[in-house]
């Protein structure tokens, strides 16, 4: 298994521009979630899914989209990037709500 | 909301032991968690810890949870070079209330 996996690990983006961030985990996990990580901040939940087609928002949603039309994938979507959205972005899934979340490898992104 | 606090920075030398401290203000979580997150990579489990225990140890980890202080703690013992990473607690109430600390940063000294 690969487990979660997200791609790219590094982009660099103009303000105004739109992005996709890739998701994809192989556990069959009904659960998916995504965290920006800040310096001094933690992790802070952007979007989360309970399963196919079910959505929410997390603590920071705006400026982010997310969908889920498949068990294995949840990408995140970035409308119209600004600097503040400069950041790594971990996806993580798991298999209920009280269990372990695993987590991908992350995205370093760059909003000029 | 929660809100959950660390130092952000620990230095030993190697062979010590290692304590990371977390607080916190809501005592409803049900679980309480410790990651591991090395350069470059996403946040790793180490162990865990149910809100009804008081401590739980896990080969050279050991996880203190004081309620009544709203203090969490884990100490790893014989601190090995590898150990260095950031350490992240964790509280969760449900899957969309997790809420992570701040992180401590780790620095073993050889």
């Known amino acids: 298994n690969a487990g979660v996996t997200q791609t790219p690990k590094f982009q660099v983006l103009k303000t105004g521009q739109s992005m996709t961030l890739q998701c994809a985990q192989d556990?069959?996990?009904?659960?998916m979630s995504w965290y920006r990580q800040d310096p001094g901040m933690g992790l802070r939940l952007i979007h989360y899914?309970?399963?196919?087609?079910?959505?929410d928002q997390g603590e920071v949603p705006n400026g982010y989209n997310v969908s889920r039309s498949t068990t294995e994938d949840f990408p995140l979507r970035l409308l119209s990037a600004a600097p503040s959205q400069t950041s790594v972005y971990f996806c993580?899934?798991?298999?209920?709500?009280?269990?372990?979340?695993?987590f991908g490898p992350g995205t370093r992104l760059l909003v000029l | 909301g929660e809100d959950v606090e660390q130092s952000l920075f620990l230095s030993v030398r190697e062979g010590d032991s290692s304590v990371i401290n977390c607080t916190y203000t809501d005592s409803s979580s049900t679980y309480l968690y410790w990651y591991k997150q090395e350069p470059g990579a996403g946040l790793q489990l180490l162990t865990y810890i149910f809100s009804n225990m008081d401590m739980k140890q896990d080969q050279r980890l050991t996880v203190l949870l004081n309620k009544k202080d709203k203090h969490l703690s884990l100490r790893i013992a014989d601190t090995q070079t590898g150990d260095s990473a950031i350490y992240f607690c964790a509280l969760s109430g449900g899957y969309q209330k997790v809420t992570f600390g701040t992180g401590t940063k780790l620095q073993v000294i050889p």
């Open positions: 556990m069959n996990h009904e659960y």
């Open positions: 993580a899934s798991s298999s209920g709500t009280q269990e372990t979340q695993y």
């Open positions: 899914s309970v399963g196919a087609g079910i959505t």
